[in-house]
DNA sequence: ATACCTGCAAAGGTTTTGCACATAC
DNA sequence: GTATGTGCAAAACCTTTGCAGGTAT
C-alpha cells in the first residue's frame, strides 16, 4: 500500500479510490484475476465503478511495475499483485492459478544465454497439470 | 505428413486440402504464425478458404496432438508445428518469435514437484528480450 | 484551477458458432 | 450414401477508445 502511495505521487498518477481498490484487491487475493473477476469482486462495495475503469486502473498498475499481467493460454489476461518473478502453474480440469513459491527462474536468463542470440530481458514458466482437489475428485 | 494421414485415419478425421495445407504451412514456418497469418499466407494458393475454416482447422490439430498452441501474451493465440517441448523467446521490440533448440524443460515438471501439491503434467516456458537485429538497430 | 480520471457507450480485434452446401470416406 | 467439413455471416468475447462530466492535487 504504501508502494502505491509512493510511486504514483513520484510518477504523478492521482490517487483514486478505483485504482485503490483494485490494487489492494489484487495485493489480498491469490487467485490471479481477470479484469471481469476483480470488476464483479468489487461491484459490492463500489457499485458505479464500470468495467473499463478496472481495465484502465490494471493498465496503469502493469506500467509503473506495481501488479503483472498473467497469460496461461485462456484468451484473457489475469493479473497478479506480487511482482517478483515466480511461475504459475494451472489446473487443467478447474481452471485455477496457483503460484509456486520458493523457486525462481531468474537464473534461467543467464543459462538460456549460449542457445539463443537473443539479448534475454525476462521469462515467464507457465506449468499445468492437477490440483489436488481435482486429483482427490477423479479417485 | 505421415503423421497426419496416420492420425487422421486413426481418429477418423476427414483429410481435407484445407486441413492439409495449415497442417503443411505450420510444418514448413518457422514463424509461429497465428490463424490470421495463415489465412493470408495460404490466401494465393486457396483463395475460397475461410478464415474460420483456418481456426477450425487449427483446433482439430491442437486436438489431436499434431501442432501446439502459443500465447505469448499479445493478446492472441500463435501456433507451432514442432509439437516436442522447447521454449520460445519473443522480442519486446519487433515481435517475432523463435525456438529455443537444444534445451529441454520437460525435467522441470520433475524438479518442482517439491514446490507444488499439483500433480504436474506439461509446462511452457516464454523469454522475453531482444532479438539480434533490433539489437543491432539500437546501436 | 486544471490536468487527469471515471463512466458510459461504441468500436476494435480475435475466436466461435449455426447453418446450408459440398466433399472425403 | 452419410457423416464430417467448409464457407459465410452473425455472434460472442475480451479489451480499448472517445468523450463529457467529475475529482484529486
Redesign the pocket.
Known amino acids: 500500500m504504501n508502494n502505491l502511495t509512493e510511486i504514483?505521487k513520484e510518477k504523478?498518477?492521482?490517487?483514486?479510490?478505483?485504482?485503490i481498490a483494485v490494487y489492494k484487491y489484487l495485493k489480498s487475493s491469490k487467485e490471479h484475476p481477470?479484469?471481469?473477476t476483480i470488476y464483479k469482486a468489487l461491484q459490492p462495495e463500489?457499485p458505479?465503478?464500470?468495467?473499463?475503469?478496472v481495465?484502465?486502473?490494471?493498465?496503469?498498475l502493469v506500467e509503473v511495475g506495481l501488479v503483472q499481467e498473467l497469460n496461461v493460454g485462456e484468451?484473457?489476461?489475469r493479473y497478479d499483485g506480487n511482482i517478483c518473478n515466480h511461475p504459475h502453474i494451472q489446473c487443467l480440469s478447474c481452471g485455477r492459478v496457483d503460484d509456486i513459491e520458493g523457486f525462481c527462474f531468474t537464473d534461467l536468463n543467464t543459462s538460456i544465454k549460449q542457445y539463443t542470440d537473443y539479448e534475454v530481458l525476462t521469462n515467464q514458466v507457465y506449468f499445468y497439470g492437477l490440483c489436488k482437489d481435482c486429483k482427490n475428485k477423479k479417485k
Open positions: 504514483f504523478k498518477l492521482k490517487l483514486t479510490p478505483q485504482r481477470s479484469a471481469e463500489y458505479t465503478m464500470s468495467l473499463a475503469t481495465y484502465k486502473a490494471l493498465k496503469t484468451g484473457n489476461f
